[in-house]
């Protein structure tokens, strides 16, 4: 009987060791991040680590493809994976995903850095909204002081993160002061990754066994069998990375006036009020998240403001074009905030054709108001003048006339009998002045 009980107890025991062992199964958290780098995405991955971190997680994989993005919120990223306690992998995917500016310090910041064939990194140095970056003068002196100051930041950035993670340092910093791109293959034959993979499960079985340093001790990672999660963006998080993209900031500010516009002159429609009013907070969100120009954002209100006082004050054009040039002009100047981030409006893709569209929309109303003006008058009581109509009672020299099929109170400069045809000369009130109409004349 005590062997029995003996066993039993063995057997519990081993149970309840089990229990924990499974639970704790080998598991890869996956994220990805497939836009602009921003403070949305940059929350979205730190508490994607914090949460590899809590629940055991074998490695948090980072599936990136990226134009770039904030550097404020480039850093908090790249400081958060620097300091993780979990190994963090990158690998740009899939095939013909970028790696760029943003997207190369991020990169070269994983524990592992990988990348798929055809994808591209690099083209790390800060930009203006015009495209200036970079460019120097016959003295070989940067044209730009806050250009200037914010590459030298960048390359002390990106060589810092190269060292600590032992990568190519002369090539960083190259992918700063040169804005060099380089292909997957490059930057493996370059040691600025680690290794290429055609897939995530090919990625795992490359990197079965391999040993990363995390937090100054050596993990050897096992992947090939563990089970991938996948942690999805928060919906409000993700409203906020949509938010975060310049261009959708223009359209939603051009959007908002453009329909306010509509209400104002049509009031009680509501429809468009609404929609404009959302649109309107709905940018003044981005704004809060993206950095801008106030300079910028003040001369694209301007030529708004213009290209509206076109169609009230008609001054033959002339505030119409400048209004189309200052939209230009503010909206290309909008996020040029070279030192703080490396996005922008889209010039020719958004810009112009938003500008366009709201030009040919104010063009249309001017028109309208125009013609309106001009055409004659079709509504009233002055359009009687010019009628013709008969006497309905005898004009001597003040009677009644039956005019566009009313009864009317008239006066004549002479007399005129009942039945006959007279033509109204003038309005006063709700009294008309005629005379006999001229035979000659048809009516």
């Not at 066993?7 to 499974?22: E, G, K, N, S, T």
């Not at 490359?206 to 919906?235: F, H, N, Y």
């Not at 001054?315 to 996005?343: N, Q, R, T, W």
């Not at 020719?348 to 054709?353: A, D, G, I, N």
């Amino acid at each position: 009987m005590s062997r029995l009980r003996v066993a039993l107890r063995a057997w519990l025991c081993a149970q309840i060791l089990l229990v924990p062992c499974a639970a704790l199964a080998a598991h890869v958290n996956v994220v990805r991040i497939g836009g602009s780098i921003n403070p949305a995405s940059s929350d979205y991955l730190k508490q994607a680590i914090a949460q590899s971190e809590s629940d055991g997680a074998a490695a948090l994989l980072l599936e990136l493809d990226t134009p770039g993005g904030l550097l404020a919120a480039t850093k908090d990223i790249v400081e958060a994976m620097l300091n993780a306690r979990v190994p963090v992998i990158v690998f740009v995917a899939p095939r013909g995903a970028w790696a760029a500016s943003a997207g190369a310090f991020i990169t070269m910041a994983g524990h592992v850095a990988a990348m798929a064939p055809g994808t591209s990194i690099g083209a790390a140095s800060p930009i203006s909204a015009g495209g200036e970056g970079g460019e120097r003068d016959d003295k070989n002196q940067r044209k730009d002081v806050a250009m200037e100051k914010a590459e030298k930041f960048t390359a002390a950035f990106i060589e810092s993160i190269a060292r600590e993670r032992k990568r190519n340092v002369e090539w960083a910093q190259k992918a700063v002061r040169e804005a060099e791109a380089i292909t997957a293959e490059e930057a493996l034959k370059l040691h600025v990754i680690d290794l290429t993979a055609d897939s995530r499960a090919d990625l795992f079985r490359q990197l079965e066994g391999r040993k990363v340093e995390v937090s100054g001790q050596t993990v050897t990672l096992a992947l090939s069998d563990a089970e991938v999660r996948v942690i999805e963006m928060k919906p409000m998080t993700r409203l906020f990375d949509f938010l975060a993209d310049p261009n959708v900031a223009m359209l939603l500010v051009t959007a908002g006036m453009l329909l306010l516009f509509v209400e104002f002159n049509s009031p009680g429609v509501i429809l468009p009020g609404v929609a404009g009013a959302v649109c309107l907070v709905l940018a003044g969100i981005a704004f809060q998240i993206v950095p801008f120009s106030w300079v910028g954002l003040l001369v694209l209100m301007s030529g708004v403001a213009l290209m509206l006082a076109e169609v009230y004050l008609g001054a033959f054009g002339v505030l119409f074009a400048v209004g189309i040039v200052c939209m230009l002009i503010g909206g290309s100047m909008v996020f040029d905030v070279p030192e703080l981030s490396d996005l922008s409006v889209s010039f020719w893709s958004v810009l112009v054709p938003v500008v366009a569209g709201f030009a040919l929309f104010a063009g249309l109303v001017i028109i309208a108001v125009s013609r309106t003006i001009l055409s004659k008058q079709t509504a009233g009581v002055s359009e009687l003048i010019g009628l013709r109509g008969r006497v309905a009672i005898r004009l001597a020299p003040e009677g009644k006339v039956f005019v566009r099929g009313e009864y009317w109170n008239a006066s004549a400069d002479e007399e005129i009998a009942s039945g006959e045809s007279v033509e109204v000369t003038a309005v006063e009130g709700l009294h008309l002045w005629v005379r006999r109409a001229d035979p000659r004349r048809s009516g």
